[in-house]
């Protein structure tokens, strides 16, 4: 794998940016034999440029149709830790983050006062299956050192929740989540927020993101663009088609509306999604067909347009690969974390891509409504 800084393909025309954008790739975690999958499905954490982000560390068994992962093998939860905004990476496996099986703890209720507004705080949400049942939460006040959990998710009525984490911080005890709900036929999935406003003792459902779909809407990545708007985006699937939906809420999540389709995904990858401190919005996807890789795109007003697709790589030997997350660092470049494989019969991989967004057009979008 190339680790030097190298030249992406991007339109001249995303936003004033007339040279391509500079990145470089690393690998985060690489074993023979291993399969390192779905960031998405855990989360990144960041403070400055300290990153830590986690994902799965399974067996490799070749696949060409399913994931190859051997489930006749045991997964670890683990994450990884950059201290120099993602050029380099220590793995760690959380205590808290063992299975019943392997000795760790067993859900329980949160006795609540948690504080949100801790400068050291972290939230991690996990699901148990994608189709029904419970998830659960994890939280750190020591940038993820030690994580307290796991607490259960209530189910909201619902036959399933499958977390992943998504949420938004809205005060010292209140906080609004993200998460897909099992649909009314029991099948993936619809998304859902709930919100707790009393440092996790109780969560109340709030509202339905889009009508329920025929396919599936699922894995949902959130920012807030100013004290009462907030803006989603889904992984989506209808048919043979695959795509990334994008819903506004003006009132703090309590209705959304439509906005717009940012991207086509392959056969289906899901969204990070990120502001930049310039004001801009960051999504960064997996794309799975070809050429199989890692794209991202921006915009500068909001969500409502988005720039020309950038494509930060394109070598990935088959469609197992993506389910990015995303952050900044320090010096503004931005660190994509993901799974990845150099050729369908080989091993999984997580690789991180730090790259440049370049400068917006015009004045930086500081102010927010």
């Known amino acids: 794998m190339k680790k030097g800084w190298i030249a992406v393909l991007v339109s001249a025309t995303c936003f004033a940016a007339q040279m391509p954008v500079r990145a470089k790739h690393v690998t985060v975690w690489k074993e023979p034999g291993r399969f390192g999958g779905w960031p998405a499905n855990f989360g990144i954490w960041s403070w400055g440029d300290e990153i830590v982000v986690g994902f799965a560390a399974a067996y490799f068994k070749p696949s060409r149709v399913q994931h190859a992962r051997d489930d006749n093998r045991p997964q670890t939860d683990v994450q990884a830790r950059s201290l120099d905004g993602g050029e380099t990476w220590k793995i760690e496996e959380p205590a808290a983050f063992a299975s019943l099986r392997r000795g760790g703890p067993a859900p329980r209720d949160c006795p609540g006062g948690i504080d949100f507004k801790h400068p050291e705080f972290a939230m991690a949400l996990r699901m148990t299956d994608i189709h029904a049942g419970p998830s659960r939460f994890y939280h750190s006040t020591d940038r993820c050192k030690t994580w307290q959990g796991p607490y259960n998710l209530p189910l909201f009525g619902q036959k399933g929740i499958a977390a992943r984490t998504d949420y938004l911080i809205d005060g010292k005890r209140e906080c609004l989540i993200f998460v897909t709900a099992a649909k009314t036929n029991g099948r993936e999935g619809r998304v859902m927020c709930a919100r707790t406003r009393d440092g996790a003792t ?18 949902p990545a959130s920012v807030r663009l100013s004290k009462d708007r907030i803006l989603t985006t889904l992984r989506r699937k209808e048919g043979p088609s695959s795509w990334i939906d994008a819903y506004l809420s003006e009132n703090n999540g309590a209705t ?4 717009n389709q940012p991207a086509t995904t392959g056969s289906g990858n899901p969204p990070s999604l990120i502001m930049l401190r310039d004001g801009r919005l960051c ?11 890692i794209r991202a795109r921006l915009s500068s007003d909001q969500g409502n347009t988005w720039g020309d697709e950038i494509i930060l790589r394109a070598d990935g030997g088959n469609w197992d690969l993506g389910y990015p997350r995303t952050t900044q660092r320090k010096d503004g470049k931005i660190v994509t974390v993901y799974y990845f494989n150099d050729d369908q019969d080989k091993e999984r991989y997580i690789a991180a ?10 004045a930086a979008l500081r102010q927010r409504k």
């Open 202 to 219: 109780t969560w109340d459902f709030v509202s339905w993101i889009g009508p329920e779909p025929e396919g599936y809407s699922i894995m």
């Open 256 to 259: 959304w509306q439509f906005l």
């Open 283 to 293: 999504l960064t996807y997996g794309y799975r067909a070809e050429p199989y890789g």
């Open 353 to 362: 891509t730090i790259w440049d967004p370049g400068k917006p057009e015009g």
